[in-house]
């Protein structure tokens, strides 16, 4: 056959079910390539993560130099380039038996020629879907990397990288991908919590032709016209977000509440964080030493200044099929604000999806680290429980969590280890990849080596999206990208260039 490649060697430890080497006798291969041999039960998968050139002749460095003592090269004094060989080191990954993947359990035999593997095979072996989301390509295989929505958001998804990886970028391409999925195919609803602002484009009309225009699908909400509306509230969500108050508190603002709730249906109105505390200060029944306490968390909310009488914007109105919603924070400096914001949406979204009252919905939360937090006090991590819930509970519901960070060690690992596939761009911290290699199943010693090398752009898919490790291209996106996107120069220049402008405007006015 023309696509064989190489034939499987015998070395000192394989081949085993575990590594398989073969010589490269026609072509070139890469690291991160898939081949495919015979097999007995089938046909073997193998990727390969590494390739290594030898040649006799240079192998031993005193005879080398003592060779080329002379003056003349090796290659000029022997046919050195015939002896030349490109070695594929392999791991078998599984075995198509009968349209099953199989592990593998027995090695392949020395001498079995190799081929790359097919692209139905491939397919097949790494689960995508042909109505699923395309992200990218793998690469040299020239094969498009299409993933179920399924099985690489119901079970929820990480995008782990360092800062410049590349994370926002490929959660874009996701983004767009939603949005493009016809009804017949399953739209879900989908909300981005973003710190940064990184997302706004999406919700500008696109002058640039060469670009497509998502601004129709697309709301934006900024944290400064947030509101939560108090009447909604409920002790839960309150000790969600003050997570000091006591099961004494507890009772009396829940009782409280009640009190003004029923006020408010009999013709009193909505009311806001203000009646409440003017409540509980005049309420009798509150233990003195429990009403100052409970009056100082409130005042705390107040400064917040986000609670209204009335929810705005409203949460159905947010979560619809085949929509965006952005809640750009980056207007926020208040972490604990932030965070506030984050618990409440991701607590009433849960809530009204349990109850069916909105369509299945995915939930990216960027700077995910700074949400939900692996060490910190509960009154400083106040998103950390309803996240962690969502990512225990979310699958049975259709409520999916996409977990961004540029910080794995600080995410919490409980959230992260529900996440059940793991895209990783680039990384290089050892921490972090350190990290990523005990928390992401199924990767191994190399492909953790792999990842310090991918350059933007590159990714690792671990998990339950492809069932084995792949390293992809992620694809162009097709919206404009982010204001962030401009250089350093660009920023600088822009700067002086407006205050000059200013300068001069002010000059001629005198
Ligand atoms: N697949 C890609 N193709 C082309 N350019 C890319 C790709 N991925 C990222 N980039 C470029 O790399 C830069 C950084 O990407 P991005 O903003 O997505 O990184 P990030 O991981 O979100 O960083 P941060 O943690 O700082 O938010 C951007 O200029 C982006 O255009
Ligand atoms: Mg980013």
Known sequence: MTDEIGTVISTLDGPSPSNADFVINNGKLHRGQFVEMDYSEGTLIALVNDVIKTNRYFERADSVKEFESNGSAMSEQFPTAEWEYLIAKTKPLGVFSKGFVKRVTFPPSPGTRVRL?????????????????????????NLPVKLSLSSLLKKHLAILALSGGGKSYLVSVILEELLDRPKENGRIATIVLDPHGEYG?????????????????????????IRIGVPKLSVGVISGIVPGLTAPQKRDLGRILSQLKTQMKEGLGPFDLNDLKDAVFRDEAIKENSKGPLLGWLMSLHDLHIFGKTDNPSIPDLIKPGQLTIIDM?????????????????????????????????????????????????????????????????????????L??????????????????????????PYDLKHIGESSEGLDSKSVDMITSLRVGEALTVGEATHFPLFFKVRERKSAESKHEISLEKAAFDFEQENEERDSETAELL
């Open 117 to 141: 593997a097919s692209k139905e095979n491939l397919q097949k072996f790494l689960n995508f879907d042909e109505k699923g989301l395309l992200i990218g390509e793998v690469d040299h295989h």
């Open 404 to 429: 961004v960070s540029q910080r794995p060690v600080q995410l919490d690992t409980t959230a992260l280890s529900q996440c059940n596939t793991h895209i990783i761009l680039r990384i290089t911290n």
């Open 201 to 225: 484009n999406f919700a500008l009309p696109c002058k640039d032709p060469s670009k497509k225009d998502y601004s129709s699908k697309t709301k934006l909400v900024k944290a400064a016209n």
């Open 330 to 402: 980056s207007d926020t400096i208040n972490l604990k604000k932030k965070q506030v914001i984050v618990s409440y949406f991701a607590q009433r979204i849960f809530s009204d999806r349990r109850k069916k009252k909105i369509p299945p919905f995915l939930m990216v939360l960027e700077e995910a680290h700074q949400f939900v937090p692996e060490r910190a006090k509960a009154e400083t991590a106040i998103s950390r429980s309803i996240i962690r819930t969502i990512a225990r509970e979310g699958r049975k519901f259709g409520a999916s969590l996409c």
